[in-house]
Each structure stands twice: as C-alpha cells, then as structure tokens.
C-alpha cells in the first residue's frame, strides 16, 4: 500500500536521528473515505498531522550512503530531506529563527511534565519583487531585481554653466540597485600583467 508523506519531523533519539513521516488528518480521511460503509472514523481524536512511519539515521561525521540507512525508509523522502537539510544551510536562501510553542501545546507539556518546546523555523526567503510598481501596468525602461557592488572609479563629471565643462572626479565604491533586493556577491580579482 503506497501511503502519502505530507511532512517530516526530526530530532535527536539515543545517539541517531530520528525521522517521522506524517500524513495530514484531512488526507487520510479522503483516502479511508471508500471504506466508510466499513467502518467511521472518529477525526476528533486525530491528530492535525498524524505520524505513519518512523526510523532512525546514524549520526556520523562523514557523509552516508543511502545504501548504509534503514531499508524501510523510503529513498525518495530520505533523499528530499537530504536536499532540504542542504538548502536550509545556504544563509542567502534562508531565514532561520526559533519559536516558542503556542498556548495549548505549552499547557499540554506542562501537564505531561514536560520542558516547553523551541522549534526552529526555517523560512525559504521569497523572491523579490518591487513594491512600488503596479503588476497589472505595463512599464518602460529599465528594473533591477538585484543590488550590486559599484567598484570605485574616475568619472568625467559635467559642471559650470549649462553643465558644458567637464572634470575628472573620483566616485567612491557604493551599492547600487532597488532598496531591498537581494544583493549579488561576486569576487573580482584584479591582475595587473607587464
């Protein structure tokens, strides 16, 4: 029976990684509807994500094979959250803070004795788009989805009257582009060959 994963958890577990694979309430409702005339299911003692497998991960310094992990865990959500686990470490892809549980959830630990949880959300930063344009109108001229780094340059500056002589000026290296896009960082080596 093939059963639909819809979210992971993970955490620390006696030395591993421990992994649940999640299904959403409303899913297994939709799946399990064929079989109503068979038997009810009674959806208020379900959880909102319910867990329907779980196997561990050896921690270790060296990467893993996936031919060294658990053959019940499913390759292709192993592998999904080996990606995942990879982009939430790239700092300009992400935004990453820690939670307090909410209300209920922190009483529910509190009456099973248990230290309130921190969870850490890992947000994948959005693309950036302008706020001050208009999708729906059409434009002209140039828009800039990314600031850059301007080096330091001589630039033949107008001046005097009517702007009709020039002189050379000297412009600091400043960053240029949209305030709030996303900056491109790129290395630039200067070589000088004789």
């Not at 059963?3 to 006696?14: D, F, K």
């Not at 003692?45 to 893993?64: A, F, K, Q, S």
């Not at 700092?91 to 549980?101: T, V």
């Not at 248990?114 to 059409?138: I, S």
């Amino acid at each position: 029976m093939q059963i639909p994963v819809e979210a992971c958890a993970w955490g620390p577990h006696n030395g591993e990684l421990l992994v649940w694979l999640l299904m959403s309430r409303a899913r297994l409702v939709a799946e399990m509807a064929p079989l109503a005339e068979t038997f009810t299911l009674d959806e208020s003692r379900i959880p909102p994500l319910m867990p329907i497998y779980g196997g561990t991960i050896p921690v270790t310094d060296e990467p893993l094979s996936m031919m060294d992990l658990d053959p019940q865990l499913p390759r292709p959500v192993v592998a999904a959250l080996a990606s995942a686990w990879l982009l939430m470490q790239q700092p300009l892809l992400i935004d990453q803070s820690r939670e307090r549980a909410d209300k209920p959830t922190a009483r529910a630990y509190a009456r099973d004795g248990l230290p309130t949880p921190d969870v850490t959300v890992v947000d994948l930063r959005r693309q950036y788009t302008p706020q001050d344009q208009d999708p729906t109108q059409e434009t002209t001229g140039r828009h800039y989805k990314h600031r850059w780094v301007v080096s330091g340059h001589w630039r033949n500056q107008a001046y005097g009257p009517g702007q009709s002589l020039r002189r050379q000026t000297w412009v600091p290296s400043h960053v240029k582009g949209p305030q709030g896009a996303p900056l491109l960082s790129t290395e630039k080596v200067n070589v000088w060959r004789r």
